[in-house]
Nanobody, 121 residues
């Protein structure tokens, strides 16, 4: 009964910032790497970044590297995505997902429902 719930999406002007949260319940959150994905209208789902179970390691897509930061608070069972210097091309529905292990891989088994991020020019 793993559930992931994203929040924090909204409308922001280009150059602005937004912080997304992903609250996890069920399972043992601290045992799993976590990832963020996004999907823009008419486009395929895109990997944004991920973080190891312990939070010590992260990996980002080139498109967001240097602008986005993933973190987690295992005591609160919560994953975060800090988005800075947002661009219109960042507009998408953002999803959090649970990796199948402690380290970052391409395999995810549970997904949230998504939260809309819209960046205006």
């Amino acid at each position: 009964q793993v559930q992931l719930q994203e929040s924090g999406g909204g409308l922001v002007q280009a150059g602005g910032s937004l912080m997304l949260s992903c609250a996890a319940s069920g399972g043992t959150f601290s045992n799993y790497a976590m990832g963020w994905f996004r999907q823009a209208p008419g486009k395929e789902r895109e990997f944004v970044g991920a973080i190891t179970a312990s939070g010590v390691g992260t990996f980002y897509a080139d498109s967001v590297k240097g602008r986005f930061t993933i973190s987690r608070d295992n005591a609160k069972n919560t994953l975060y995505l800090q988005m800075n210097r947002l661009k219109p091309e960042d507009t998408a529905v953002y999803y959090c997902a649970r990796n199948t292990g402690r380290l970052i891989t391409r395999d995810y088994d549970y997904w949230g429902q998504g939260t809309q991020v819209t960046v205006s020019s």
